[in-house]
Structures are given as C-alpha cells and as structure tokens.
C-alpha cells in the first residue's frame, strides 16, 4: 500500500516559470509533511517542511501548499531556475515516527 | 565528522556473496535510518535505530538483510547471499531524535549485483 502518491514523475520548466509538484496521503495521522531535495550523486536534503495546523509555508522561492481536507499538499517553485533540476520527494510521518516518501520527481529547468 | 558518512560509495559484488555496507552518523545524533533507493521506486524505509531503544525493523525486505548499529553509533548494514534485485543505493541518515526532526542523508552507497 503506496502511503504517500506522488506526481508527476518528472517535469520540465522553463527558466523563470513555476514548478508545481503534487502528493497526496491516506493516512489521517500524518502530521508532519517535509520536501526532500535530492541533486545526482547526493543524498537527499530537507528543503522544507509543514505541519497540518497552517494551510502555506513559504521560504524564499519555495512554498508548501497543505489541504488537510484532501490530504494533499504540493510544493511551488516560483522563479525556476536551471539549478533547482533535481530530484523531489515529498514526505509524511506521524510526528514521532520514521518517514514515508513518496516516489520521486524528476525536475529539469530549462536555460 | 560534518555529516553523515557512508562506505564504500560503490560496491559491484557478484551474485550469492555477502555484502556489508557502513554508516558512521553525525556526531551526538541518537537515531539512525537505513533506506534503499532503486530507480523509479523513491526511498524504501529499512530500519530505524533509536537510542538503546530495540531497532525498528519493519522495512527489511527478508531475512537476508540484517542491520547492527554498535555502542549507539556507528552502523553496519548486511545483505547475504546478494540477488540482482538488491542492486540500488543505499542510504543512511541520522537525526537528534525527538519529534519532526531533520534527518540528514549520507551520499548513499551504490551496490550492484552482477
């Protein structure tokens, strides 16, 4: 049982434009919603995280979306720029346990 | 050291041989992830250490994986008689503990079974 969906696998944005990736959670004990940013030949990195008592977050050109009612929650790039191509993965945990990611995507920001 | 350290970062064994990959932590952190990356398949939850707490072991695929961690820091993560299917990167990561942490990654160790 896949906890955590993620989409789309993988994104191509041109330089400038907004990078929008989606997940979506079945677990309603989930409350802590982190981004994991992963550059090739690295480990992931925490990039940003949420909690489910605010519906937004934003740190600089990043900004988590939360819908505690849909379960689902979604990172915004705003500005793309080519260094952000990476991997992303979205993640979920009950606040004291380990975490689920999700699959993956792929972003690549075009020159 | 800085951050959280892995060896080897590349490992091509053959098939049936037994593998043992390490994980030296950050300094002071209490808990300690092993997680499997294949291609397409994002980051499959191995086993968590937390203190002198007994392992969460729920993510180990069989019982050919096993996983130790000594005097609360350092880790070994054991793969006997390795299948092609067990070829992925293997990542470690370490935390303080508590509650909604950050946990920091290593840069993972790539196994490939041949």
């Known amino acids: 049982q896949q906890q955590v969906k993620q989409s789309p696998q993988s994104l191509i944005v041109q330089k400038g434009g907004i990078s929008i990736i989606n997940c979506a959670y079945e677990?309603?004990?989930?409350?802590?919603f982190p981004w994991y940013q992963q550059f090739p030949g690295k480990g992931p990195a925490l990039l940003i995280a949420?909690?489910?008592?605010?519906s937004e977050k934003k740190e600089g050109r990043f900004t988590i979306s939360f819908n505690k009612s849909a379960k689902q929650f979604s990172l915004h790039i705003m500005d793309s720029q080519p260094g952000d191509s990476a991997t992303y993965f979205c993640?979920?945990?009950?606040?004291?346990?380990?975490?689920?990611f999700g699959k993956g995507t792929m972003l690549l920001v075009s020159p | 050291g800085a951050g959280v350290s892995q060896s080897p970062s590349n490992k091509v064994t053959e098939k049936g041989k037994d593998v043992e990959l390490r994980c030296d932590p950050i300094?002071?952190?209490?808990?300690l992830y092993w997680y499997r990356q294949s291609l397409g398949q994002g980051l499959e939850f191995l086993i968590y250490?937390?203190?002198?707490?007994?392992?969460?072991k729920s993510g180990l695929p069989s019982d050919r994986f096993s996983a130790e961690r000594t005097g609360g820091s350092v880790s070994t993560l054991t793969i006997q008689r390795t299948q092609q299917e067990d070829s992925a990167v293997y990542l470690c990561?370490?935390?303080?503990?508590?509650?909604?942490?950050?946990?920091?990654f290593g840069e993972g160790s790539w196994l490939t079974v041949v």
């Open positions: 990561a370490s935390s303080p503990g508590g509650q909604g942490v950050t946990i920091y």
């Open positions: 677990n309603t004990a989930f409350d802590y």
């Open positions: 949420i909690r489910p008592d605010v």
């Open positions: 993640a979920a945990s009950k606040w004291d346990s380990t975490l689920t």
């Open positions: 300094s002071g952190h209490t808990a």
């Open positions: 250490f937390q203190g002198n707490s007994a392992p969460d």
